[in-house]
């Protein structure tokens, strides 16, 4: 460093440089040229060693006109480079001020959750072979008091690095096993699907309180299923084969979702006891104008077949993706084509409708 600045050890590894410069560019500058330094191997008992480090810049007065100011500002900005993967970042305000809406709004989500703003909706999903709804995914969605519906993909991610996810989830299934018990009352009952994020999956306290919920209204066995995504499933494989069974013994449906997205090994995939494997609507979307992704789908499909599961496939828009899905031989349908999600107490209304419209038509589906 240049004589004229100041260095101190703050605490275990973090080191601070109080230097003098022109202007931000001479700071990246001062903060490379000392990462070039850092960065020399060097030799401790006859081995050579790498270091790397991350540097945070704040500049003043533009960031602080205090110490205390440009240490927690320098501090915030080190986080974003270690975040963004990079090796220095110059503090930026615009994501402070983001933070601090993200926290806001985690606030009212954690109010959202206890005070019944939380609505469940659901999408159908329909066999292929006989034209008939087969099921539905469990869907969440926030009806804010001021903002109105906002939609999952607003706030599921800030859930997930809140620890909502945990409460959240927790409504889902109370209020998807409260549904059933009404169907089953009314013999109207057709499966709904949960959804588990690799935060609940984690929860091994989470199945336990299933069970209770589940005997507590006396819900009949494999009415509420389990779908976990391909990646969830292979970052912990080990504790993931265990937990799964445990799920399927328990006379869970387990679906994989996602599939195609991720890693999993063909043979790894043999050993899950899950029924079902959706394949990503990404693929789906795309198969009728994109080779590729139509050899995609039809080897998953004869891939899954062959292990004795079966397929559903996200993402059905068009006739033309029915059409091309049922030739491939795909077992159930989920997408707008279908039906987009919808409240939970409208589910058996248009049910009923979809029924009487399908013993209108000779065909297997019809709009």
């Not at 209204?217 to 445990?246: D, P």
Request: hydrophobic share 40%; aromatic share 8%; net charge negative.
């Amino acid at each position: 460093m240049p004589d004229s600045a100041h260095i101190a050890r703050l605490r275990g590894d973090e080191f601070a440089v109080l230097a003098p410069t022109l202007d931000r560019g001479s700071a990246v500058a001062l903060a490379e040229e000392l990462e070039k330094t850092i960065s020399r191997p060097f030799p401790i008992a006859d081995i050579e060693l790498d270091v790397s480090a991350r540097a945070g810049i704040a500049l003043f007065p533009e960031h602080g006109t205090t110490a205390d100011e440009l240490l927690r500002q320098m501090g915030k900005a080190t986080h974003q480079a270690k975040a963004r993967g990079l090796s220095q970042c110059v503090f930026d305000p615009s994501h402070q001020k983001n933070q601090a809406g993200r926290l806001t709004m985690a606030g009212e989500l954690r109010r959202a959750i206890a005070g019944n703003q939380l609505r469940l909706f659901l999408q159908p999903k329909v066999d292929f072979s006989s034209g008939q709804i087969c099921g539905a995914e469990a869907l969440v969605r926030w009806m804010h008091p001021i903002k109105g519906l906002i939609p999952p993909g607003l706030f599921i991610d800030l859930a997930e690095q809140t620890g909502l996810i945990k409460p959240l989830t927790e409504w889902v299934i109370v209020a998807a096993l409260d549904l059933l018990q009404s169907w089953q009352a009314k013999s109207c009952a057709v499966p709904i699907a949960i959804n588990l994020s690799a935060r609940n999956f984690r929860d091994e306290q989470l199945f336990a309180k299933y069970r209770q919920w589940h005997s507590e209204r006396s819900v009949s066995t494999g009415l509420l299923e389990i779908e976990i995504t391909e990646s969830t499933v292979m970052e912990h494989a080990e504790y993931a084969l265990r937990a799964l069974s445990e799920m399927s013994d328990a006379g869970i449906p387990l679906y994989v979702d996602d599939f195609g997205t991720g890693y999993s090994s063909l043979s790894y995939l043999q050993k899950l006891p899950v029924d079902y494997i959706k394949i990503d609507q990404s693929f789906v979307s795309a198969m009728h104008r994109d080779r590729d992704s139509a050899t995609i789908v039809r080897s998953t499909i004869d891939l899954v077949h062959d292990l004795g599961r079966k397929t559903v496939a996200e993402g059905v828009e068009t006739k033309e993706h029915w059409d091309l899905l049922k030739d491939l031989g795909c077992d159930i349908a989920q997408g707008y084509y279908i039906a987009k999600p919808m409240p939970s107490s409208d589910f058996q209304k248009w049910a009923e409708d979809f029924r009487k419209s399908q013993s209108r038509d000779s065909s297997s589906f019809s709009r």
